[in-house]
């Protein structure tokens, strides 16, 4: 029987099952700087307290293992999230970032360099997102959303 490869992915959860992979070191600056873990850091009731009074979504990047189905952008075959990121958002890294989930992404193994060379502008919580962030992170559903 072959063994089916379990896919992870950049997550919005911040479940006990998620590690954090990167964490913003200064969200608010520009350009914005981030650093990649050589090491995953599991997901404790410490490591979320730790960026209060600020929500954890905005300072630490989650992955987890990719939920497919249980997703809503997921199409029973491909992650419809990872396509519009990269139809739609602009590169923002200039190489390929050094990356813990890789390996593994569902995203990377989708849609290649070019959803890596995207990743790093992708936050769970981003305030007045313009327009083709909505679209890219929403989908159809980005005309309902205020």
């Avoid at 954090?20 to 350009?31: C, E, S």
């Avoid at 990269?86 to 190489?95: D, G, K, N, S, T």
């Avoid at 990743?119 to 205020?146: H, I, N, S, W």
Wanted: aromatic residues 10%; proline residues 7%; glycine residues 4%.
């Amino acid at each position: 029987m072959k063994k089916t490869k379990r896919f992870s992915a950049p997550v919005r959860s911040r479940t006990w099952k998620a590690a954090v992979f990167w964490v913003w070191l200064a969200a608010q600056r520009r350009p914005q700087i981030l650093a990649y873990l050589n090491e995953y850091l599991g997901v404790t009731k410490e490591i979320l307290a730790s960026t209060a009074p600020v929500n954890p979504a905005q300072v630490f990047r989650f992955a987890a293992g990719c939920e497919e189905k249980a997703c809503r952008h997921f199409d029973g075959a491909k992650c419809q999230l990872a396509t519009r990121i990269v139809q739609i958002l602009p590169a923002v890294a200039e190489a390929l970032p050094a990356c813990l989930i890789r390996p593994t992404c569902r995203w990377y193994q989708q849609e290649g360099r070019a959803a890596c060379m995207r990743c790093p502008q992708v936050v769970t919580e981003r305030f007045e997102p313009p327009e083709d962030y909505k679209r890219a992170a929403l989908g159809d559903m980005a005309g309902d959303a205020v």
